[in-house]
T-cell receptor, first 110, second 114 residues
Framework: GQQLNQSPQSMFIQEGEDVSMNCTSSSIFNTWLWYKQEPGEGPVLLIALYKAGELTSNGRLTAQFGITRKDSFLNISASIPSDVGIYFCAGHPGAQKLVFGQGTRLTINP | KAGVTQTPRYLIKTRGQQVTLSCSPISGHRSVSWYQQTPGQGLQFLFEYFSETQRNKGNFPGRFSGRQFSNSRSEMNVSTLELGDSALYLC?????????????FGPGTRLLVL
């Protein structure tokens, strides 16, 4: 089946640092979605991207839909303690069901 | 607009029992998907319902079943529970065209099987 490669798997950073994570696929995607999940809760949608090249911001978060339609990145600027969690990318390979990355676990040292 | 709601939030069962979990999608959303999430396996797709019909099914045994009602609310059932069924079960409702659906998740139901 379709697979998304999400990297890095985990990140340990200092408060105030910028964060970058990305997802790549071997096939073309029509949609890229980025979610954040905190312990014991469901994933929360952060940013949705629908067009190749699209660059969208949500506060300190910025995500881009790669022009090849096979990748996407999420950046977090000036990280704060509440940014801790697991970040998932997800995408639609054509009309097939949504496919999820394995997640990036973000840990922040104050 | 209210988000996706799931009930119950927490559940403890014993092996061999069965369990039914409920999901109410965001108003106007007709597609509901279910996922199982465990620490080692990530998000595993169970099934998807659209207009009361199962549209997609993941690779889970027949003990896992679901249904969707005319008001788009959905339930999933797990029969003959096993210890390995302990997990966070997530429901998500979707909006948008099929190849660009955006999924919104509920808070999940944490199931513990003893």
């Amino acid at each position: 089946g379709q697979q998304l490669n999400q990297s890095p798997q985990s990140m340990f950073i200092q408060e105030g640092e910028d964060v970058s994570m990305n997802c790549t696929s071997s096939s073309i995607f029509n949609t890229w979605l980025w979610y954040k999940q905190e312990p014991g809760e469901g994933p929360v949608l952060l940013i949705a991207l629908y067009k190749a090249g699209e660059l969208t911001s949500n506060g300190r978060l910025t995500a881009q839909f790669g022009i090849t339609r096979k990748d996407s990145f999420l950046n977090i600027s000036a990280s704060i303690p509440s940014d801790v969690g697991i970040y998932f990318c997800a995408g639609h390979p054509g009309a097939q069901k949504l496919v999820f990355g394995q997640g990036t676990r973000l840990t922040i040292n104050p | 607009k209210a988000g996706v709601t799931q009930t119950p939030r927490y559940l403890i069962k014993t092996r061999g029992q069965q369990v039914t979990l409920s999901c109410s999608p965001i108003s106007g959303h007709r597609s509901v998907s279910w996922y199982q999430q465990t620490p080692g396996q990530g998000l595993q797709f169970l099934f998807e319902y659209f207009s009361e019909t199962q549209r997609n099914k993941g690779n889970f045994p027949g003990r896992f079943s679901g249904r969707q009602f005319s008001n788009s609310r959905s339930e999933m059932n797990v029969s003959t529970l096993e210890l390995g069924d302990s997990a966070l079960y997530l429901c998500a409702s979707s909006v948008g065209p099929r190849d660009q659906e955006t999924q919104y998740f509920g808070p999940g139901t944490r199931l513990l099987v003893l």
